[in-house]
């Protein structure tokens, strides 16, 4: 196909035509390579990643190397729900109101909430350390006890040389 080099050069409706399915073509081509080799592979390597997981937890291990490919490890975390209920929803409103920070946090999404939470747990062991009393049982009105939960991370080897 003669094309013209420039991404400004006219071109005529045929060439556009080309273009067009060219475009085409090769998106047919990516979602075909998809569907046979990359969702295929991505599942499998989810599935791996579960059993690793798994028998890490179960042998109390932190993390595991493997000479030449890198180091699998484990890392602890928790998440909290935005609040489902009316009631729990309106209690906290209400205290975020009452910190000043609402019309910051009304739209709050699922990530902002967590960020957030995990915020206000550092502010608070913070206080602890600096001999402020704290309450020991503290919890963020309308946010359900978090939910711990551990994810697989991998670290590639570095070649060194």
């Known amino acids: 196909m003669n094309m013209p080099d420039t991404d400004t050069a006219p071109v005529t409706v045929h ?35 579960t059993k690793i997981q798994a028998h890490m937890e179960q042998s109390e291990l932190e993390k595991f190397n493997v000479k030449g490919y890198g180091t699998f490890s484990l890392q602890s975390n928790f998440s909290v729900k935005v609040p489902g209920s009316e009631e729990h929803r309106a209690a906290f ?21 967590n960020a957030w939470y995990k915020q206000e747990l550092q502010t608070l062991a913070a206080k602890a ?8 049982d503290f919890k963020i009105p309308g946010i359900e006890d978090p939910k ?9 080897e570095t070649k060194r040389g």
């Open 93 to 113: 409103f209400a205290y975020l109101k009452e910190l000043g920070i609402f019309d910051s946090m009304i739209t709050v999404n699922s990530n902002t909430l």
């Open 148 to 156: 711990d939960y551990n994810t697989l991370k991998f670290r590639k």
């Open 15 to 49: 060439q556009l035509t080309e273009l067009c399915a060219e475009a085409c073509t090769l998106k047919a081509a990516i979602e075909a390579a998809t569907a046979e080799w990359i969702t295929p592979a991505a599942t499998r390597l989810k599935e791996v990643e």
């Open 129 to 136: 350390e600096a001999g402020e009393d704290v309450d020991p």
